[in-house]
């Protein structure tokens, strides 16, 4: 540690994050006050999950890379399930999809809750967790739990628990739900529509650092709906694309300095932005009056590019994925079956779904058996992990008056601002800031 | 309140899922809280306090150098360690290098595989150190990994079952669906502890809680062949996310075609 205001080199580093998903570290150079160096290192052990999903059954796929990540398992489950139909030239559609998106909604509600209450807010309220946070503030800290229990609640029925359910698979489902037990989410979902819609004006009182970025989103679209299981691949730069081309628009480079890949963009190697900012910006005409009324009187202009802002962004997500939980809800019609007859046949399946932290890329080659040949994944964190440092590289220069220990906090809430999953993307992170 | 016991979570190779079980208490979490220090669970808080600890609860399997060094200063910190889930108890998935050669996964994966620090296995925690306890699942269930943190913080042994999940369905009133509908089902080996989720959900267990007590596999795996199940698909069924528990190893090695 050196004087702030000095010349010299200071290095600021955190060697293992807190309240990210799983291992990562930062590391920040700093030399006669000018930021020469920053990584985001990923050193969460690889575990491989191409190479083992070789030799295994296309009808596998979905709970084996549910195991890539605890926080967004359903989300793993349909980038591989939409994939696997994809391969086979099935399409999945009425009530099952209807279920399907239900499903997602509750680890949209479950996974960005966790984020909002017990993982980001702390960072804007100076604590150290959601736990120290609810003595002083216990009603912020409550509703998290009931809005979280709440999106639990909705995975459980429809997957049979929390974490990596088990009902989902290719072709629908192992078991749908009656009429009846849906309609038992009812209530439960009135009272956390109202929980969701406070956390979207609470989120609006913190304080926000002015960092507005110009980025580049890349999110899904699809032709009426706010996107969760289908879209075209679209940015705000121009990208509109079918989810097979994504190969010949995006790359993963290997870095020597971490274990998650870097995803950019082709030809430029630029990073790009994805999850709810990206999805919220190249989507807000598809989400309800009510919704968008709810983000405008929170601050939100049809576009937030204020990563610290993405708290509020996260809530609004919230609010819709509780609206429309309940919209399927109301209007389920069991479907005659519970799942249709997905028979394999050698090829090459694509899809890409919204995950809670953003677009999530499936590829798979199956033979005429229905064994996988080929897998490629790449997850949001790995898109993003490029965009990150790019937001260290241009926030650490607005405060490289304030001391180290300074620029440690609101670095760590600048990379928190993303919700990482580092889980995920070690097919990820650490802090160091070096001042030398 | 410095009397309170000390509450340390550990990760290794994993998915984050089993420690997210202890946020996923939503009911219970702020009152475990008045009762423990939370003293170092960093994908909760940024707060960490020294050790010793007086339970460890461990995630994740061992997969790289400094993972097995660093296993051992966490058995030095802590007065008990718990493992928590497939991963720690029994390798997780990834120990499905265990049966290839890991420099071909890694080249399926990375572009530049010398940049990657990784052992060749993926073992269980027990390998390296002295477990207290493993509490089995993958994920594990809530309310066990309650009862397991209640139990050690008193001092006394964990209610939790080591029946099959054939116990739980019974209790639940699920009809045998393997029985019932000729489905395939890990049930009768698999240890109990999910409340027997699958049947219920018209799907055959596929052994994600590993091994009961005394498991008869082979017999089981015989009744399997009966219903038409293909040696290659029987090897991968006990060659999941428990295939480095010696009983579900064992089964494996006995079906189907090695390098599948």
């Known amino acids: ?436 | 309140m410095t009397d309170k016991p000390k509450l340390a979570v550990w990760k290794f190779a994993s998915c984050d899922g089993c420690q997210l079980s202890l946020l996923d208490c939503e009911d219970e979490l702020l009152a475990v809280a008045d009762h423990i220090t939370i003293a170092n669970f960093p994908e909760a808080s940024r707060a960490v306090l020294d050790g010793p600890y007086d339970l460890s609860l461990v995630e994740g399997s061992i997969t790289t150098p400094h993972d097995r060094d660093r296993i051992q200063e966490v058995r030095r910190q802590s007065k008990f360690l718990v493992t928590i889930g497939a991963c720690a108890t029994a390798g997780g998935i990834q120990a499905l290098r265990n049966f290839t050669d890991v420099r071909e996964f890694m080249d399926i994966v990375y572009a530049s595989p010398e940049y990657i620090s990784t052992l060749d296995t993926s073992t269980p925690i027990s390998a390296h150190v002295n477990v207290d306890f493993e509490l089995r699942g993958c994920p594990i269930n809530k309310n066990q990994l309650l009862e397991v943190i209640n139990a050690f913080l008193n001092e006394r042994k964990p209610n939790v079952s080591p029946n099959s999940v054939c116990i739980e369905c019974k209790k639940r009133g699920t009809v045998c669906i393997m029985v019932a509908h000729g489905t395939h089902c890990m049930g009768p080996v698999t240890q109990a502890g999910c409340g027997a989720i699958c049947p219920a959900y018209n799907r055959g267990c596929y052994g994600c809680y590993g091994p009961m007590e005394t498991p008869n596999t082979s017999s089981l795996a015989a009744w399997m062949h009966d219903l038409g199940v293909s040696a290659d698909e029987l090897r991968r069924m006990f060659r999941t996310y428990n295939s480095e528990a010696p009983e579900f190893r064992h089964e494996g090695d006995r079906h189907g075609r090695e390098n599948i």
């Open chain 1, 1 to 436: 540690m050196s004087d702030p205001h000095g010349g010299g080199t200071r290095t600021i580093k955190v060697d293992y994050l807190a309240r990210v998903e799983g291992e990562g570290a930062m590391y920040i150079k700093v030399r006669d006050n000018v930021l020469e160096d920053v990584k985001l290192k990923i050193f969460e052990p690889p575990r491989f999950f191409e190479g083992l999903l070789r030799g295994r059954d296309f009808t596998e796929a979905p709970d084996i890379t549910a195991r890539i990540c605890g926080i967004c398992p359903i989300a793993y489950q349909m980038s591989a399930i939409h994939a696997m139909e994809n391969a086979c030239g099935v399409r999945v559609d009425g009530a099952l999809r209807e279920l399907r998106r239900l499903f997602y909604c509750g680890e949209w509600i479950s996974s960005h809750t966790l984020h909002i209450h017990m993982l980001h807010a702390p960072d804007f309220l100076g604590y150290p967790s959601a736990v120290e946070m609810a003595k002083d503030h216990p009603e912020a800290v409550e509703r998290g739990l009931a809005l979280k229990k709440t999106g639990n609640d909705i995975v459980s029925l429809m997957g049979g628990r929390e974490i990596h359910p088990v009902n989902a698979r290719v072709g629908g489902f192992y078991r749908v739900p009656a009429r009846s037990e849906l309609s038992a989410l009812r209530e439960e979902l009135l009272h956390a529509r109202e929980l969701a819609l406070e956390t979207v004006k609470w989120t609006a009182t913190l304080d926000f650092p002015e960092f507005n970025q110009d980025y580049t989103f890349v999110a899904l679209r699809h032709e009426d709906e706010y996107p969760m299981n289908e879209g075209r691949v679209v940015s705000n730069k121009g990208l509109d694309i079918d989810v097979s081309d994504y190969d010949d628009h995006f790359e993963e480079q290997h870095v020597d300095y971490t274990n998650a890949l870097h995803c950019v963009m082709k030809p430029d190697g630029n990073c790009y932005h994805v999850g709810p900012m990206a999805r919220y910006a190249l989507n807000f005409d598809r989400l309800p009056d009510e919704i968008r009324n709810a983000a405008k009187a929170a601050g939100l202009g049809p576009v937030c590019t204020n990563p610290f802002q993405s708290i509020t962004v996260r809530a609004v997500e919230v609010l819709y994925a509780v609206t429309e939980a309940l919209r399927i809800v109301d209007d389920y019609d069991p479907p005659q079956q519970s799942a249709i007859d997905v028979r394999p046949k050698a090829a090459t399946g694509f899809a890409a779904t919204e995950a809670p932290r953003g677009l999530l890329y499936h590829r798979y080659t199956i033979d005429d058996d229905g064994v996988i040949k080929d897998a490629n994944i790449v997850p949001p964190t790995s898109q993003n992990q490029k965009m990150i440092e790019d937001d260290l590289r241009r926030f650490v220069p607005t405060c490289l008056d304030k001391a180290d220990d300074e620029i440690q906090y609101v670095s760590e809430q600048a990379i928190r601002n993303y919700d990482p999953c580092i889980s995920c993307a070690t097919h990820f992170l650490k802090l160091e800031v070096d001042r030398g």
